[in-house]
């Protein structure tokens, strides 16, 4: 590979300058406090901005930042929505892995450099020089559309500042750019804003606060005289502080969560993460999260750290401002407490949350707790929803009912034994009722004429192995597999279609391993392989698969919620884009259980075919460019049920 950087570097700049936003700010760049390498000083090979270095760059991501299933491990540098950028590499080493994948990272080269960190280079277009030239023949020679290559030392050396790589929108990518990672021996990611100097990249921008929320956790305490969580707006004052005029009304223990974003620059639409947040009490600093390295093999723990149920419901992200129960991550190691707070009884409480980037721009939030005793009566609580007589709920270890009013209270069933229990609190629009689920697990609830059956099968503790067995299904719980004591709720019926759904669990409770469940069916399906499993997503279905034994089927999930059997008889269409002697690009899409393989061959000798999945295109790439595409084409595709279409044109 040849050293472009040290050529072309000038013109480069001149030609991509235009691409790039500039922000002509300041800011002021603080030091790492812990557990990073310092910056490298003197003579030492500094990391160097992979896109256009030298020119104003900007950022669409950061390292940290809650995503829906893991937390971001690097930045997103933009390229103005454009692909085929030069990327360079930003220290000299060596390649050690490059990927070419339909999903996740997409087109991806990693690099050791002498340091012993590994920089990655994610969502690229295509690879250039023999590094590009020896993954096609690799494709070719293996006949594999996805590849994954490991190279030794002295295979593919490049020097800082080769171009590697052109930028793209492969894999999962949402949108053209390059997402860059610094990972250290142990291959933890690094925030590479922290362990570079990128003078690239400028953010004097403190932290947005957009809502902050308030939870009860326990069933005797309250907010605003509710049990439950509560959303608040801030009012921003200046640049840097946010207040909650009206006190809060509070008792007991509450939890804290914020909505926060990192602005990355003036009018951009795009925002960071918030690695650093502290919680104060009356002037005491009870908690503090510091994101400064992610262990990769933990990134799903990121459902401990935010209200997972509030992201599964509403897409918002709040971090929750307390260590919650199955919380191992290592970002506490600076939190005096688990920053759960004990509402002070005879006092306002001073509460002010504080948020910094990895530039050190900090903004505030403040607001007061006001003491206020727990009340039955509650002025203020709304009208039940018109077509709702009962809405039930489970907030932690307690079960919230909720009612609309009526003269005499509710009754609890438990194994062939009743009681009657007050409402916790209501007024003229409704009744609340609470039950603490380590005391009593209900059959079910009378409310006037209606009966509630939350259908708890059992109760499993967080960190043991479980095998429950139920009427219509059996399910197996690895070690770990729950974060907290988990109420499984598994229910059986036939919808309006005809079609079976098994109920397991809700789909806003996470877990934290696959769980092995085996479905038994009320009906007899034919084994013709076409019968499988999809988990329901509102009005959407996501194909799972599973494998028939004995009249059974079997699967995996790390998803709760509910399942369904259907049959796929339809196969893919195949459209052509267009077929020429230079390249044939087609619209491949199923209508069911999703695409599982595609191939092409011309004249009987296999053909590579890319694949993205966010404009649903397969393209062809040949091996040898001077070659083209003549005779007989075929192209194949097949979806996970086995049903299969073929294409066939003559090329002339």
Avoid: C
Avoid at 245 to 266: F, T
Avoid at 569 to 575: L, M, S
Avoid at 576 to 593: E, W
């Amino acid at each position: 590979m040849k050293n472009y950087w040290s050529l072309k570097y000038g013109s480069i700049q001149a030609i991509l300058a235009f691409a790039l936003i500039p922000f002509f700010a300041h800011a002021q760049f603080s030091e790492p406090e812990v557990d990073f390498p310092k910056k490298e000083e003197g003579n030492a090979e500094k990391y160097l901005y992979p896109i256009n270095p030298g020119q104003p760059g900007s950022l669409a991501g950061t390292m940290g930042e809650l995503r829906t299933t893991h937390f971001h491990s690097g930045i997103d540098i933009r390229t103005n929505n454009m692909i085929g950028f030069p990327v360079l590499a930003s220290k000299s080493g060596y390649i050690t892995r490059a990927t070419i994948s339909n999903s996740g990272y997409g087109n991806v080269i990693y690099i050791s450099h002498p340091d012993g960190n590994t920089t990655l280079y994610a969502h690229l277009d295509k690879f250039t020089g023999d590094l590009g030239q020896y993954v096609l023949g690799e494709q070719y020679r293996r006949h594999l559309n996805e590849i994954d290559l490991f190279f030794g030392e002295n295979q593919f050396m490049v020097k800082q500042g080769e171009v590697i790589a052109y930028s793209g929108n492969s894999g999962g990518s949402t949108g053209p750019h390059l997402h860059f990672d610094i990972r250290d021996q142990n291959n933890y990611a690094l925030d590479p804003l922290k362990v570079a100097d990128f003078p690239e990249i400028i953010d004097n921008l403190p932290p947005a606060a957009e809502k902050i929320a308030l939870r009860t956790l326990d069933e005797n305490s309250r907010i605003n005289d509710r049990f439950g969580r509560m959303e608040f707006y801030g009012n921003r004052i200046g640049d840097n502080n946010y207040v909650i005029a009206s006190p809060i009304l509070a008792s007991g223990y509450i939890g804290i969560e914020i909505l926060a974003k990192d602005k990355l620059a003036y009018k951009s639409p795009f925002y960071g993460g918030v690695n650093y947040l502290e919680l104060w009490v009356d002037s005491v600093m009870i908690f503090r999260q510091s994101i400064e390295k992610l262990d990769l093999a933990e990134t799903r723990t990121i459902y401990t750290l935010m209200d997972f149920k509030t992201m599964r419901n509403k897409g918002t992200r709040f971090y929750k401002l307390y260590i919650d129960d199955g919380n191992d991550l290592k970002f506490y190691g600076g939190s005096p407490t688990s920053g759960k707070i004990k509402v002070n009884p005879n006092k306002i409480t001073n509460i002010q949350i504080r948020m910094t980037d990895s530039y050190g721009n900090t903004s505030k939030v403040s607001f007061k707790l006001q003491p206020n005793p727990v009340v039955k009566e509650v002025m203020s609580l709304e009208p039940m929803p018109p077509a709702s007589q009962v809405i039930t709920d489970i907030t932690e270890n307690t079960l919230m009912l909720i009612s609309r009013p009526t003269p005499e209270n509710a009754k609890v069933f438990v194994n062939g034994t009743s009681r009657e229990i007050e409402p916790a609190y209501f007024n003229a629009n409704r009744k609340v009722y609470l039950m603490d689920l380590r005391k009593t697990i209900p059959d079910s609830i009378q409310v006037g004429t209606n009966t509630i059956k939350p259908n708890i099968r059992v109760t499993i503790p967080s960190g043991t192995e479980y095998k429950y067995y139920g009427d219509n299904m059996d399910i197996q719980f690895p070690m770990n597999a729950a974060y907290d004591t988990l109420y499984l709720s598994t229910n059986y019926l036939v919808n309006a279609n005809g079609n079976e759904v098994f109920t397991i669990g809700d789909r806003t409770i996470p877990l934290n391993k696959s769980i092995s469940v085996s479905l038994k069916s009320s009906r007899s399906y034919p084994s013709d392989n076409k019968y499988d499993v999809y988990r329901i997503n509102g009005r959407s279905l996501s194909y799972i698969g599973g494998e028939w034994q004995h009249g059974r089927i079997h699967f995996s999930t790390r998803e709760l919620g509910d399942f369904t059997i259907l049959k796929d008889t339809i196969a893919p269409t195949i459209k052509p884009i267009y077929v020429s002697n230079q390249a044939a690009r087609f619209k491949i899409k199923d209508n069911l259980s999703g695409i599982a393989r595609f191939e092409a061959t011309i004249n009987g000798q296999w053909l590579l075919m890319l694949y993205d999945s966010k404009t649903a295109t397969i393209w062809s790439e040949r091996k040898d460019k001077s070659v083209p595409l003549k005779g007989n084409l075929e192209v194949v595709v097949m979806d996970n049920s086995g049903n299969k279409s073929i294409y066939k044109q003559k090329i002339p």
